[in-house]
């Protein structure tokens, strides 16, 4: 077994406790992020605020997205991106040349998306400040986030390394994905208006 596929296996374990604890602690944010966002919602309306039964999914409908303006297409494109490379990264071998390129190419569009939501007014949704909504938060987060995770990689801190790229998959991701869905959001609009 290569030197490479043993560091790979003895991180492993400091992975998963870090996704471990970025699950627990995201879910603890995002309960209280919707609760703030859809709660005063659901109050007014009660049960008609979501009815899924009227909006059963459906094969995606582009037009939404190729309405929206450059900014939400911009984002979404960044993030789709750094969704697919994430796949990569956390499947691939980790410290190898292809993990460093691919790492630096999730970096960037993990900005690019950070960056192109400051042009995206916030949505209906929940409260907001100066159009700016509850997922902005993520936003700066994610500038915040990805220098640290490039510092920790750089420093072959892996422990840190795993513990914010843990953050990102499962909040910034993952989390913030999920709210991205709804009712009243453009996905939403894609795939259940």
Known sequence: ????ALS??????????????????????AGAILTLAVGPAMLRSGPAFIRLGAHPPHAPDLGPILAASPAIQVHLAT??????????????????RLHRTVGWAWSLFMLATAFSTFFIRAAPIGPTFLGFGFLHVFAVLTLISVP?????????????????????????LGIAGVLAFLPGRLLWAVFFG
């Open 148 to 172: 640290r995770a490039v510092l920790a990689a750089r420093r072959h801190d892996v422990a840190r390394h795993a513990q914010v790229i843990s953050g990102f998959v499962v909040g910034a």
């Open 79 to 96: 993030v789709f991106a750094a969704l697919a490379l994430t796949a990569v990264l956390l499947t691939g071998v980790k410290g190898t």
């Open 1 to 4: 077994m290569s030197d490479q």
């Open 8 to 29: 790979t296996s003895r991180h492993g374990a400091l992975l998963r406790r870090s996704m471990g604890r970025a699950a627990v602690y995201s879910t603890l944010v």
